[in-house]
Each structure stands twice: as structure tokens, then as C-alpha cells.
């Protein structure tokens, strides 16, 4: 039996009581050090603490990525990044905050410098969100900013990345141009895109900005009154875009810039082996970093309601008559239809009638008994009044389909135009009206309802040139990783063949030589020594002329009805490495404007290729033979 007085399976009571003991003073130590501490904080260093929570704050930062470089077919950059300079207000408690605007305000007065007309805050603050007063600033606001800084609490700069376009209106219609994320683009469930994000808003620049734009980072930093951070508490890294290697060559693009003279329309210039668009010209055309630090509304406006439309890529979307250039496509249906033979003569008289009508040749006095090759050299009208009056609209339709002329090339820009190639089931669906056979005529010379951009006219003549390969124009050689490799190739891709006997190919090239080589061929002046040019000349009508001689002489032609100027053509006859489609808004007659437009970008080509001969040769390597003189081969 237990003694009376012990706990049973427990301790002794003094043992408990002591340890009970030890417990207690450690919690009662433990409490002071905590009344100690705490009556440090707020006795002490309470108003100093009291000061710095309201001071200090946390910022929550989105950083932008750089977006990839642009480079041409050489790896010259054409778009590259350079730094920005914002103005933005982080919401500091106890602050007017109208009161600071209009300081900052009236501290840009006194140094005589604009402040953002209409700028206004936010009608919700965030204290850990801050909001940009002005984009892109100069280095004078920059400074007076900083200067002032506790002056102005909460108002501080940030520096982000913009792009930075070289030539700018050069390759504008290629590049395109940046902008931040509108509210569609937000709403877009795969759009993956935060307030202020830069995106692409046209040409390259949007298509491939998944690509180019790369991945923004985020930090959460801590900044005192001023907006100057304090301490970084926590960074993710933004991602660089990925780099993009065009087909374009940058001096082949300007020296078909410069062609111009300032000329409204377009002109591309292209590989007739691959598709590869080695030049693609837009004039007017526009200014690409005025959209950097958001464009003003007078400036879009101008842009806008300008009737010359700077801003429309004329080579994709420009839709033009083709004139003359057609012919090709009528003398490869003619002959391949078996309509006529290379000798089958037709008299030109200086017209053609049909019925009560009657349709004019260019020469008004005829050009006499013409086959098929003087009338391509010549480009007589009515050889091929006749010829297509035989033919038919629909066999003309279907071999200008397979020279790919009607449907959209597949070019890596958007808002391409597809182009108009006419039916008797095309016109009766449209306007319910049967084709009528005056409508033939005009189509044979390429007027009446054809309609076709530049860039389809390149990849047309390339086919003939090439051998019959329809290739898919493209813009895009490849895109590389910014640590180095590559992302994606982009190889040329065939579209399909024209379909055209050999020999018949061969004739049709060699009436482009005559035209350009020959005595009173119509692009003569195209002519390069030693290139052995092969083209066609166009001149498409904008307005019809009336059908009396004195009328028409009478008539008097505003500068929006004349003439648009073509000309196509490609070089060396041998072996073609360049073709080059040249369409100047009324500007006269394809031989007289476009031919020696045309004349001055191949120059630029081929003058290029012997400067990058001798430093091929200084770097050890090999350069093939030029191609052989002399007239096409077939």
C-alpha cells in the first residue's frame, strides 16, 4: 500500500513547483523584453517610424522587355531599341494631388516647356500603382525632375526601352510600327498583354510580335516620398525578344526609295529563284517613330485624311490596271490555245473597230504588219485587240490565274489586296449584267476591270523568268534567339507552275529582251550595259477618253486621272537574279517614268554585287563568273 500524501506515477511537489517557478520567470523575462521593445518602437522611434510608413511605399513595377532587332538579308539593323525617358506619379498619402500637378506644371513654364495638353488624374488612386504623366520626355524635363524632387513627392522617372526605326519612311511599309496594348488587345483571352505592354500595330512589327516582343519582367521595390527606391524586394527578370533576318537588302530598299523622287507609288524588287523580296517601296510613306511616345491627334489626323494615303502599303494594296504589262499573259494564252503561231501577222492600222466602237493603238498611225514578238517589242494595241477577241475573257481569266494574278501572294503582311481578274460568271454574279465583247477588248491590253497590286506583277514575270515556278513572295529569312540560334527558317515555298510549253517560254522571253534591247522597244530605257534587261511596259489608263479626236484632245486631265506608269522586268536574261515591278501613280507612260525607275534600282543591285566582290575576295572566299552576255537562250 502506497504512503498517504505522494502522487501516484507523478513527481514530487517540490520538484513540480520549482520547475513551475523557472517557467514563469522566463515568460515574465521574455514580456519585458517585449514591453521593453515595444515601448522602444513607439516612445523612442515613434514618430521617426510614424514618418517613414507614410513615406515609404511599395511599388509594384512591370518592366518592359527589349523587343528584337530587325535586320536585313546582310545583318545591318534597321530597327533597333534605345532608352525613353517617362514621367510618373506614385500616389503619396497626405498629398494634394491636383496641387502637385499644377506645380510640376508651372515648374515647366518657368523653363518654357509644353506640359501634356489635357493631362488630368485618375479619378482612383492606387498608393502602390503608379501613373505616367508623360511619355518619351527630353533630357530638360528629365533633369528638372530630378532636381525637384522633394518638391515633388511621389513624382519621379522611369526608363524604358522604345523602338528606334533607321530610315524610317524607307521601310515603313514593311516594318510597320509599335504602340501600347489597346483595350481590344487586353480583352483578347490569348492575348497574354498587360496595361502598357508595346506591341506591334503593323507591318512586320505585328506579325511576328509574338516573337519580337519578348517576355516583361516585374519587381517590387520599396521608394520613400520621393519615388527613389529604397530597397528591392523581389525581380523577375524581363525576357528579350527574339532577332528577325529579313530578305530585305537596306541599300537596294533605299536606293528604290530614292528612284522616286518623292513619286507616289510602289515598287518591289524580288529573287525570281526563291521569292525572297530583296526590296519593297511605298512612297508617300510615313515616319514610324512618331509613334513612340504617342502620337498627337493633329499629327494622326494629317496621316489620315492625307489623299495620298502614306500610311497604305501601295506594293500589297495598291490594286492598279495592269496596261500593258497584261500582254504577257494574253500572247502565253494565244499561243498556248494554239489562237496563233510566233508568225501569225495582223496589221495595225492605228485602230480597231467593234461594232459602232473604236478602240486606239498607242502609235496613232499604226505600227503596220506585226507578229507576235514586234508586237510585244512595240507593244502594238491592236495585235492584241484581235488576239483577244479570239481568245476570250474566260481562257484569258484562267492563264492569268496560273501566273498567280487574282489571289493574294501569301506575302507575311496583312491587309494585302487580292487583285481582280474578270469572268463572264464574275460580272454576271457582281452587277447582273451579261459580259459584252467590247469588254474583251479592253482586258486584252490590260484595262476594262483588271486589277493587280505590284508585288502580284513581280511574282507573275518571276515565274517566266525562273522557268514556270510560281514561288510565295516572302519578307522573313529567318528568326533567331537573342543568346544566338535559330528559332525558325523560313524556306522558300513553291506555290505551283504556270504550265507553259518550253519553247513558248522562250519565245515570250526573248520578245522581253527585244523590248528593252532592241530598236523601238518600249523599255529602252531600262537598258544596262552588260545586264541584259528583259521587260514589259505599261501605261493603264485611269479615266476613259472620248472617242472623237478633237474631244479628246480638248479634254483636260486632272493630276488624279492621269496615266499610272508600269513597268516590269528582270535581269540578267541568262539567269535571273532580280525582278523588279514598278508602278508610278500618274505619272505618264511605263517606258517614259517607270522603265527609268526601274533602270536606276537594278543599277543599284548589280553595283552592289561588284562592291561585294572584292570584299568577298579580301575575306578568302569565291565569287561565280557573271552571267553571260547576250540575248536569252530559252
Known amino acids: 500500500m502506497d504512503k498517504p500524501g505522494r502522487l501516484q506515477n507523478g513527481p514530487e511537489p517540490v520538484d513540480f513547483r520549482r520547475k513551475l517557478a523557472v517557467v514563469m520567470i522566463l515568460v515574465c523575462a521574455a514580456l519585458s523584453v517585449l514591453m521593453i521593445r515595444l515601448w522602444y518602437l513607439q516612445i523612442v522611434k515613434g514618430d521617426e517610424l510614424k514618418q517613414r510608413s507614410e513615406n515609404n511605399a511599395v511599388r509594384f513595377r512591370r518592366i518592359q522587355p527589349l523587343r528584337g532587332l530587325i535586320m536585313d538579308r546582310n545583318g545591318f539593323v534597321i530597327v533597333d531599341n534605345r532608352p525613353s525617358f517617362d514621367v510618373l506619379y506614385l500616389p503619396a498619402r497626405g498629398v494634394d494631388h491636383e496641387a502637385l500637378l499644377a506645380k510640376l506644371?508651372?515648374?515647366?513654364?518657368?523653363?518654357?516647356?509644353?506640359?501634356?495638353?489635357?493631362?488630368?488624374?485618375?479619378?482612383?488612386?492606387?498608393?502602390?500603382?503608379?501613373?505616367?504623366?508623360?511619355?518619351?520626355?527630353?533630357?530638360?524635363?528629365?533633369?528638372?525632375?530630378?532636381?525637384?524632387?522633394?518638391?515633388?513627392?511621389?513624382?519621379?522617372?522611369?526608363?524604358?526601352?522604345?523602338?528606334?526605326?533607321?530610315?524610317?519612311?524607307?521601310?515603313?511599309?514593311?516594318?510597320?510600327?509599335?504602340?501600347?496594348?489597346s483595350r481590344e488587345e487586353l480583352e483578347k483571352p490569348d492575348g497574354d498583354y498587360a496595361s502598357g505592354d508595346i506591341t506591334g500595330k503593323s507591318g512586320i512589327e505585328k506579325?511576328?510580335?509574338?516573337?519580337?516582343?519578348?517576355?516583361?519582367?516585374?519587381?517590387?521595390?520599396?521608394?520613400?516620398?520621393?519615388?527613389?527606391?529604397?530597397?528591392?524586394?523581389?525581380?523577375?527578370?524581363?525576357?528579350p525578344g527574339s532577332n528577325v533576318v529579313l530578305t530585305i537588302d537596306a541599300a537596294l530598299q533605299k536606293s528604290a526609295w530614292e528612284a522616286f523622287e518623292g513619286r507616289p507609288g510602289a515598287a518591289v524588287a524580288m529573287d525570281p529563284q526563291t521569292g525572297a523580296i530583296l526590296a519593297m517601296v511605298s512612297s508617300p510613306s510615313f515616319d514610324p517613330n512618331l509613334f513612340n511616345s504617342g502620337i498627337a491627334r493633329e499629327e494622326w489626323e494629317k496621316l489620315q485624311k492625307d489623299p495620298l494615303k502614306p500610311m497604305s502599303n501601295r506594293a500589297i494594296a495598291g490594286q492598279y490596271p495592269p496596261g500593258s504589262t497584261y500582254k504577257l499573259i494574253v500572247a502565253a494564252a494565244a499561243l498556248e490555245e494554239g489562237v496563233i503561231?510566233?508568225?501569225?501577222?495582223?496589221?495595225?492600222?492605228?485602230?480597231?473597230?467593234?461594232?459602232?466602237?473604236?478602240?486606239?493603238?498607242?502609235?496613232?498611225?499604226?505600227?503596220?504588219?506585226?507578229?507576235?514578238?514586234?508586237?510585244?517589242?512595240?507593244?502594238?494595241?491592236?495585235?492584241?485587240?484581235?488576239v483577244?477577241?479570239?481568245?476570250?475573257?474566260?481562257?484569258?481569266?484562267?492563264?492569268?490565274?496560273?501566273?498567280?494574278?487574282?489571289?493574294?501572294?501569301?506575302?507575311?503582311?496583312?491587309?494585302?489586296?487580292?487583285g481582280l481578274v474578270p469572268t463572264k460568271s464574275w460580272k454576271l454574279a457582281r452587277v447582273k449584267e451579261p459580259w459584252q465583247m467590247g469588254e474583251t477588248i479592253s482586258i486584252s491590253i490590260g484595262q476594262g476591270f483588271n486589277l493587280t497590286t505590284p508585288l502580284q506583277l513581280a511574282q507573275a514575270y518571276a515565274a517566266?523568268?525562273?522557268?514556270?515556278?510560281?514561288?510565295?513572295?516572302?519578307?522573313?529569312?529567318?528568326?533567331?534567339?537573342?543568346?544566338?540560334?535559330?528559332?525558325?527558317?523560313?524556306?522558300?515555298?513553291?506555290?505551283?507552275?504556270?504550265?507553259?510549253?518550253?519553247?513558248?517560254?522562250?519565245?515570250?522571253?526573248?520578245?522581253?529582251?527585244?523590248?528593252?534591247?532592241?530598236?523601238?522597244?518600249?523599255?529602252?530605257?531600262?537598258?544596262?550595259?552588260?545586264?541584259?534587261?528583259?521587260?514589259?511596259?505599261?501605261?493603264?489608263?485611269?479615266?476613259?477618253?472620248?472617242?472623237?479626236?478633237?474631244?479628246?484632245?480638248?479634254?483636260?486631265?486632272?493630276?488624279?486621272?492621269k496615266d499610272h506608269a508600269l513597268f516590269v522586268c528582270y535581269a540578267p536574261a541568262r539567269r535571273p537574279e532580280i525582278v523588279v515591278s514598278v508602278v508610278a501613280e500618274h505619272a505618264g507612260g511605263g517606258g517614259a517614268v517607270a522603265a527609268p525607275i526601274a533602270r536606276r534600282i537594278l543599277k543599284a543591285y548589280f553595283d552592289g554585287k561588284k562592291n561585294e566582290r572584292p570584299r568577298q575576295a579580301a575575306a578568302g572566299s569565291q565569287t561565280p563568273p557573271p552571267s553571260g552576255n547576250g540575248k536569252p537562250q530559252g
Open 464 to 561: 517566266l523568268a525562273n522557268g514556270g515556278t510560281l514561288w510565295r513572295p516572302h519578307l522573313v529569312q529567318r528568326i533567331e534567339a537573342p543568346q544566338g540560334g535559330v528559332v525558325r527558317e523560313y524556306p522558300p515555298e513553291k506555290k505551283g507552275e504556270i504550265g507553259l510549253d518550253g519553247k513558248i517560254a522562250a519565245l515570250l522571253r526573248q520578245a522581253l529582251w527585244g523590248v528593252v534591247n532592241e530598236n523601238g522597244g518600249t523599255g529602252y530605257a531600262a537598258r544596262i550595259a552588260g545586264a541584259d534587261v528583259c521587260g514589259k511596259t505599261g501605261t493603264s489608263q485611269v479615266v476613259g477618253l472620248p472617242q472623237d479626236e478633237q474631244a479628246r484632245r480638248r479634254k483636260k486631265i486632272a493630276a488624279f486621272h
Open 105 to 181: 506644371q508651372d515648374l515647366y513654364a518657368v523653363k518654357s516647356l509644353e506640359f501634356p495638353e489635357g493631362q488630368t488624374l485618375p479619378r482612383t488612386l492606387k498608393s502602390y500603382l503608379p501613373v505616367r504623366l508623360e511619355k518619351n520626355v527630353g533630357m530638360e524635363k528629365v533633369a528638372l525632375v530630378e532636381t525637384n524632387s522633394l518638391d515633388l513627392p511621389g513624382v519621379y522617372v522611369d526608363v524604358t526601352p522604345v523602338r528606334l526605326y533607321l530610315d524610317g519612311e524607307v521601310i515603313a511599309p514593311i516594318i510597320g510600327y509599335t504602340g501600347e496594348v
Open 207 to 239: 506579325a511576328l510580335d509574338s516573337y519580337v516582343r519578348g517576355r516583361r519582367g516585374n519587381e517590387l521595390v520599396e521608394v520613400n516620398v520621393t519615388g527613389k527606391v529604397i530597397k528591392n524586394l523581389g525581380r523577375i527578370d524581363p525576357v
Open 341 to 386: 503561231t510566233p508568225e501569225t501577222r495582223i496589221h495595225c492600222n492605228g485602230s480597231f473597230v467593234l461594232g459602232n466602237r473604236t478602240y486606239r493603238c498607242w502609235r496613232k498611225n499604226g505600227h503596220g504588219p506585226v507578229n507576235l514578238h514586234r508586237a510585244l517589242v512595240e507593244s502594238c494595241d491592236v495585235y492584241f485587240y484581235t
Open 388 to 418: 483577244g477577241k479570239k481568245l476570250g475573257v474566260d481562257r484569258i481569266a484562267d492563264y492569268a490565274k496560273r501566273f498567280g494574278l487574282g489571289d493574294a501572294t501569301g506575302v507575311e503582311l496583312a491587309h494585302e489586296r487580292k
